[in-house]
Nanobody, 123 residues
Framework: QVQLVESGGGLVQAGGSLRLSCAASGRTFSSVVMGWFRQAPGKERAFVAA????????YYTDSVKGRFTISRDNARNTVYLQMNSLQPEDTAVYYC????????????????WGQGTQVTVSS
């Protein structure tokens, strides 16, 4: 059974940092795209970042470029999201996803999802 388990969320003040982790189990994800999405209250789930298996190709939504960094450790079957300079508008539930059948930025195509981890940024 495939599982994605996120961790690392929490409450942080504006300007602070958090590092999210997503541990995958049940199969090897080293050859597939993995991504992070977020969903704020009353809003649709939105793309944040994605990374290809080679880690040479990463994708970010414009609002997080220069602040967030996605990375992966294939040996550990884990993907990370380092979030710096956090702002209140980054407050959301963050979801890890894996193995999309379409473009990495489109959440509809991802086959596997974690349960999410809450990130709250206070002003």
């Amino acid at each position: 059974q495939v599982q994605l388990v996120e961790s690392g969320g929490g409450l942080v003040q504006a300007g602070g940092s958090l590092r999210l982790s997503c541990a995958a189990s049940g199969r090897t994800f080293s050859s597939v795209v993995m991504g992070w999405f977020r969903q704020a209250p009353g809003k649709e789930r939105a793309f944040v970042a994605a990374i290809r298996y080679s880690a040479g190709s990463t994708y970010y939504t414009d609002s997080v470029k220069g602040r967030f960094t996605i990375s992966r450790d294939n040996a550990r079957n884990t993907v990370y999201l380092q979030m710096n300079s956090l702002q209140p508008e980054d407050t959301a539930v963050y979801y890890c996803a894996a193995d999309p059948i379409g473009p990495p930025v489109e959440f509809e195509g991802y086959r596997y999802w974690g349960q999410g981890t809450q990130v709250t940024v206070s002003s």
